[in-house]
């Protein structure tokens, strides 16, 4: 344990301050795309492209399933 608490004291990270701010422009890159992608799958702004015709892709990241590609034929709505 303590030969680990000496390397880990030891190691010199060049550019600390860059790498940090990169990380955190990264993560806030991360959650604006998290919520595009909910924002754009809101029906109001959805609807408008469901052309007949148009190809549509459906994804399921959450569950690991292969990406899906449909043809947009109709809409029907209530």
């Given at each position: 344990l ?9 190691m010199?990270?060049e550019n ?18 998290d919520q ?18 148009r190809?549509?892709?459906v994804s ?19």
């Amino acid at each position: 344990l303590k030969n680990c608490e000496q390397q880990y004291e030891a190691m010199k990270i060049e550019n600390e301050e860059e790498v940090a701010r990169y990380y955190k422009l990264k993560k806030k890159l991360e959650l604006v795309q998290d919520q595009m992608s909910v924002m754009m799958n809101e029906p109001k702004y959805l609807l408008p492209f469901l052309q007949p015709g148009r190809l549509v892709t459906v994804s399921y990241p959450e569950e690991k399933k292969p990406l899906l590609f449909y043809c947009h034929i109709n809409l029907m709505q209530n």
